[in-house]
């Protein structure tokens, strides 16, 4: 469980948060806040559909020597394969000197975007880097483990009073503030 859905799982989500960020960025350069919200959008607003369908799955392959959490992780994966393929083979990086029409890179330096670039290995020896690092980390473990619970603890706050399917509504409406957090606060540092 630690190795698939710790390590492998989290590979896969960096990849999947880093990719679209750093392209969509590249088409977006007037528009940099936007243009991340937009990917992690995506992320936020996962659950909106995978908790609702999650519990519907399991109810289809439920039966007498199964609740079908097996048989919904691999339909699961296999639509989240074939969905990951497609944005793959989707999205490209803008070419050489593209910008958006009508827009000019400022002249004036930006102190919040930086025009250098700093090699891994420089960066590693700095104590920002891992502050950054822990940041993010604290704050990525503390919202998976509020949305991969939420069903749970809503169910335990109001026994008898809210169903699973309830329950999955309520993670649905959490990810769409979820998604409209992540898309508002970083449009407003354009």
Same mark, same amino acid.
């Given at each position: 469980?630690?190795?698939?859905?710790?390590?492998?799982?989290?590979?896969?989500?960096?990849?999947?948060?880093?990719?679209?960020?750093? *392209?969509?960025?590249?088409?977006? &350069?007037?528009?940099?806040?936007?243009?991340?919200?937009?990917?992690?959008?995506?992320?936020?607003?996962?659950?909106?559909?995978?908790?609702?369908?999650?519990?519907?799955?399991?109810?289809?392959?439920?039966?007498?020597?199964?609740?079908? =959490?097996?048989?919904?992780?691999?339909?699961?994966?296999?639509?989240?394969?074939?969905?990951?393929?497609?944005?793959?083979?989707?999205?490209?990086? &803008?070419?050489?000197?593209?910008?958006?029409?009508?827009?000019?890179?400022?002249?004036?330096?930006?102190?919040?975007? *930086?025009?250098?670039?700093?090699?891994?290995?420089?960066?590693?020896?700095?104590?920002? #880097?891992?502050?950054?690092?822990?940041?993010? #980390?604290?704050?990525?473990?503390?919202?998976?483990?509020?949305?991969?619970?939420?069903?749970?603890?809503?169910?335990?706050?109001?026994?008898?009073?809210?169903?699973?399917?309830?329950?999955?509504? #309520? =993670?649905?409406?959490?990810?769409?503030?979820?998604?409209?957090?992540?898309?508002?606060?970083?449009?407003?540092?354009?």
């Amino acid at each position: 469980m630690y190795l698939g859905y710790g390590v492998i799982g989290g590979i896969g989500l960096g990849l999947g948060y880093v990719s679209p960020v750093s *392209t969509l960025i590249r088409w977006f &350069p007037d528009r940099r806040g936007m243009a991340t919200g937009m990917a992690i959008m995506g992320f936020g607003g996962g659950a909106m559909i995978a908790a609702p369908a999650s519990v519907a799955l399991m109810n289809h392959f439920k039966s007498a020597t199964s609740i079908g =959490v097996a048989e919904t992780f691999v339909v699961l994966g296999v639509v989240y394969f074939i969905s990951m393929t497609v944005g793959a083979l989707a999205i490209r990086i &803008p070419p050489a000197n593209w910008a958006p029409a009508g827009w000019t890179p400022p002249v004036k330096a930006n102190k919040m975007i *930086t025009r250098n670039h700093e090699h891994i290995d420089q960066a590693l020896r700095t104590p920002q #880097f891992y502050l950054l690092w822990l940041v993010l #980390f604290l704050n990525v473990t503390a919202g998976i483990g509020v949305l991969g619970q939420a069903s749970l603890m809503i169910q335990e706050s109001f026994k008898a009073s809210i169903t699973a399917g309830a329950a999955a509504g #309520f =993670v649905g409406l959490l990810s769409l503030f979820n998604m409209g957090g992540r898309f508002a606060w970083p449009s407003t540092s354009d």
